[in-house]
């Protein structure tokens, strides 16, 4: 796909989303949902496909234009962001790369559309960063497998028709792909969170849910190890970028404030501390693109070392979101903690991508134990 294909596609998409995204963004997080026609403008410009293959329907963007693509929509609203890195990387790259031919051609077609919505079924009330505990069973019986058990804190579970669902048979864990109209799930939408209010999470109940064996995505007993692991990979790359596109709307709404703000008679962006804050931003939202482009270019190399870059990049870029945002917030002051303005929003999403797709603790201890293999110096003797 040449690269002025690629940039057409960017720059339309950036054109909807500061048109008609940005401005409702903070009534989908009051509302608590994210409406339909946002997610049939996405699929009609063919967004929710954007990185996969066009013999599915996708536009093959590769990964450094997808990146782009998701800081255009996440700067615009972070719900609708969500649904890239759920829908589109968690559960269409995996299929992508992992499934069947005969599932490619079933479910890929349906979500380039829209047509289906598909959420990652990982995370469950006593189950998170140790996803190799999960407590949802499955049993062989005859020609199908039969799930119980209840996942949580599942996005987009509340309209999806598609569940990626990680369950286990003792220490066996295995990956399925589970159809909303299987007899015998539910879901229970939740409401009240800190952040990503419009993603439409939910509790997703499984009792004795029947699933085909053809719906088994990758090999039995690969569910965690294979499955699980590609998913987050995918995950972590969009959400890399989501941090970065936190950080570039905190800016912007943080030097547009300051040039307007007066205080003591002159704009607040004269005081040399605003300026010290809007410097740090600058800088570590430019650091913070840079690991991700270097990600997106080792991903297309199809290097070993994009795994570690990836982690890396979603640590470093979470942080740093969250830092902008409170700086955000800071330069604001009293209206920066009112949901009147962007950033008060802003902040509250920037702590989420510390928590998914893997918590910064997790991620400094994966970064910490590549370091000590790699960096460690021997004696010469």
Request: hydrophobic share 40%; with cysteine.
């Amino acid at each position: 796909m040449s690269d002025a294909y690629q940039q057409s596609v960017i720059e339309q998409a950036e054109a909807y989303a500061e048109k008609v995204i940005r401005p409702q963004a903070g009534q989908f997080d009051r509302q608590e949902s994210l409406p339909r026609e946002i997610i049939d403008g996405l699929a009609s410009r063919g967004l929710l496909g954007a990185p996969l293959p066009v013999q599915y329907g996708g536009l093959g963007l590769d990964p450094l234009f997808y990146g782009k693509l998701t800081e255009i929509i996440g700067k615009a609203c972070c719900s609708t962001r969500s649904l890239l890195t759920v829908h589109t990387s968690l559960v269409g790259e995996t299929l992508a790369k992992l499934g069947t031919p005969a599932q490619r051609e079933r479910f890929l077609p349906d979500l380039v559309k829209g047509s289906r919505i598909a959420c990652f079924a990982l995370s469950e009330p006593k189950v998170g960063t140790d996803a190799t505990s999960v407590k949802t069973r499955f049993e062989k019986q005859g020609d199908v497998y039969v799930l119980n058990g209840r996942k949580k804190w599942i996005s987009f579970a509340g309209i999806a028709d598609l569940y990626l669902v990680i369950a286990a048979d003792g220490d066996t864990v295995s990956a399925f792909l589970v159809e909303r109209t299987a007899p015998g799930l539910s879901v229970k939408p939740m409401s009240g969170l800190l952040g990503n209010r419009a993603a439409h999470l939910a509790e997703v109940f499984f009792d004795n849910v029947e699933v085909p064996a053809e719906n088994v995505l990758g090999r039995m007993g690969t569910g965690f190890s294979f499955v699980a692991n590609t998913a987050l990979f995918y995950g972590r790359y969009s959400i890399a970028w989501a941090g970065v596109a936190i950080g570039q709307a905190a800016l912007e709404e943080m030097v547009g404030y300051a040039c307007e703000r007066e205080q003591f008679g002159q704009k607040i962006g004269e005081f040399q501390l605003v300026k010290g804050m809007i410097a740090d931003a600058v800088t570590q939202i430019h650091a913070a693109r840079a690991l991700c482009e270097r990600s997106g270019r080792l991903r297309m190399a199809g290097d070993d070392d994009a795994v570690m870059e990836v982690n890396m990049a979603k640590y470093f870029c979470s942080k740093m979101a969250l830092q902008v945002a409170a700086n955000a917030v800071q330069v604001f002051g009293g209206n920066g903690c009112w949901n009147e303005y962007p950033v008060e929003r802003l902040f509250r999403e920037s702590k989420i991508l510390e928590v998914i797709e893997g918590t910064s603790q997790v991620q400094q201890v994966m970064i910490a134990n590549h370091g000590m293999r790699r960096y460690r110096r021997h004696k010469v003797v």
